[in-house]
């Protein structure tokens, strides 16, 4: 089983990224693209991630 750090890092990173794109996008693309990263992390924190069985 992979560890809680290295799942929960790139979860608040694309977390935080789709924080600060909300903040400063003028138009829909952005807005879409931050939707996407804030799906992204939510999947990532959500699912819980397992090394297949040898």
Not at 12 to 18: D, H, I, K, Q, T
Not at 41 to 50: D, I, L, Q, T, Y
């Amino acid at each position: 089983m992979i560890g809680r750090r290295r799942t929960l890092l790139p979860g608040l990173v694309c977390a935080g990224l789709s924080a600060v794109l909300f903040l400063v996008a003028h138009d829909v693309g952005p807005l879409i693209a931050a939707r996407l990263l804030s799906g992204l992390s939510a999947g990532v924190f959500g699912v819980p991630v397992r090394r297949p069985a040898a």
